[in-house]
């Protein structure tokens, strides 16, 4: 097998390095772990490419390359120019903070998994759920590094993959604790974080020019029962399955009798 990882946390995030002995465990022994993945961190930046410029490529090592780019343009690399030969599969994270609920939206994580399936491959965001029972850890990522692998063998087995225009990918949380307290995993709805929305926080610099910081909300709230936050908060790794079609389904007859 060959599996194509990357990120939006930067080529030397430790994320990164969990992942890659994931992918390396999925790939076995006859298998290739592929790494391409931004130069600097790239959170936030949801599905950007850069059709405005060009992005630079750098080979640091035998299948391990950083792009002065986003996650979306790292898969595109991969893909298009650095792999020889399409990948089988492709892996984004782990994520450092959880892409849960409304922050999926804004996810370089899952702009990549997004790409990814808009390639039509398989594709499959990870990302680490920080919280007060890990944050003290000597490794946050404990729960992720545990259950990684066994997540991602389990959704290339028994996961629903199709052929659709807007294929299907996955994106997948582990919770905020100890690898030895992950309760098993739920098949989860993305959550909505009522008191979620991001704000800013203005700042004047030394110089008298005016910034600001762009802040959340506290990611430890209730979003209810079978909503991925949620599974994540009660030591449930989450699993979501997700496309990139945006359009409201279940409205379109309704409107179409309205304004037709």
């Not at 990164?16 to 290739?32: F, N, Q, S, T, Y």
């Not at 994270?93 to 409304?102: D, I, K, L, Q, Y």
């Not at 599974?231 to 989450?238: C, E, F, K, L, M």
Request: proline content about 5%.
């Amino acid at each position: 097998m060959r599996i194509l990882i990357t990120n939006d946390d930067g080529i030397n995030a430790p994320g990164l390095k969990v992942l890659e002995r994931i992918a390396h465990d999925i790939a076995g022994d006859g298998g290739e772990v592929w790494t391409v993945a931004p130069a600097f961190e790239q959170s936030g930046v949801a599905h950007a490419t850069s059709h405005a410029h060009p992005t630079m490529i750098v080979e640091l090592a035998e299948r391990r390359y950083a792009a002065e780019g986003s996650p979306s343009d790292c898969v595109l690399a991969g893909v298009h120019d650095i792999l020889p030969d399409k990948p089988d599969l492709i892996l984004s994270g782990v994520n450092r903070g959880n892409n849960s609920a409304e922050n999926a939206v804004y996810s370089g994580t899952l702009g990549a998994a997004i790409e990814g399936a808009l390639q039509g491959l398989p594709s499959i965001a990870l990302s680490q759920y920080i919280g007060p029972e890990n944050i003290h850890l000597d490794d946050r990522f404990e729960a992720a590094a545990q259950h990684g692998a066994d997540v991602v063998r389990k959704l290339l087995e028994h996961g629903a993959w199709d052929e659709a225009d807007y294929r299907l990918f996955y994106n997948v949380n582990f919770p905020p604790v100890r690898g030895a307290d992950v309760r098993g995993l739920r098949v989860t709805s993305q959550g909505f974080r009522q008191a979620g929305a991001h704000g800013v926080e203005p700042y004047i610099a030394p110089n008298g020019r005016r910034f600001i910081w762009i802040k959340g909300s506290s990611q430890q709230t209730d979003t209810g029962e079978g909503t991925d936050a949620q599974a994540n908060i009660d030591g449930y790794i989450s699993i979501t399955p997700m496309r990139a079609d945006f359009t409201a389904h279940e409205v379109i007859e309704d409107l179409r009798t309205r304004l037709e």
